[in-house]
């Protein structure tokens, strides 16, 4: 079994966040995991994406050409990766931002208004864990309450934040349903 995703957006979303949180998730549950960062020189506004595949044995290359699914924070993340998608995965799209579907009808997509819900629970900056909720709770990627593990330790002692991006999480799963 293998599994692998692509998130892409822009620098300051959490994309690499939102990988680094499942490829954890991932890996306390026993997977073999590879997480591939990839951004642009800016620190802010450049691009940004992040691959992760998970498997039950280990991965050949962390290289994917046709990712399983996707998680779009932009629209020129979408416009890259979603023709990229293979047909029966899932795409999901960040609504807040994404006025355009991905004009595919072989895939699972999803849309979210991720900044929406995350400015709804206190912070746009949990926009990016409303997405990889809805996504976890959409595909089943992965065990759900095992991605809430990793994100808790991901934001250790810090429990305004865990307690935000648990409400985010939440939001994120009802978004998905």
Not at 63 to 83: C, D, W, Y
Not at 119 to 128: F, Y
Not at 151 to 162: A, E, T
Request: aromatic share 6%; glycine share 10%; net charge positive.
């Amino acid at each position: 079994m293998q599994k692998d995703v692509i998130f892409a957006g822009f620098g300051g979303q959490g994309i690499l966040l939102m990988g680094s949180i499942l490829a954890h998730a991932a890996m306390d549950l026993g997977f073999e995991v590879a997480w591939v960062p990839s951004y642009g020189a800016e620190m802010r506004g450049g691009t940004a994406n992040c691959t992760v595949v998970i498997g039950d044995r280990p991965i050949g290359s962390p290289i994917i050409k046709n990712p399983q699914h996707l998680v779009a924070m932009t629209r020129p993340s979408l416009e890259k990766f979603g023709p990229l998608v293979k047909p029966g995965g899932v795409i999901l799209i960040n609504s807040s931002l994404i006025p355009v579907s991905s004009g595919r009808d072989d895939v699972d997509e999803i849309k979210v208004p991720a900044n929406d819900i995350a400015m709804k629970v206190g912070s746009v900056k949990a926009a990016n864990i409303v997405a990889l909720s809805a996504f976890v709770a959409r595909s089943r990627f992965l065990d759900y309450d095992m991605v809430i593990a990793c994100m808790k330790n991901q934001f250790g002692s810090k429990d305004k934040l865990i307690q935000m991006n648990l409400e985010a999480m939440e939001a994120g799963k009802k978004a998905a349903q």
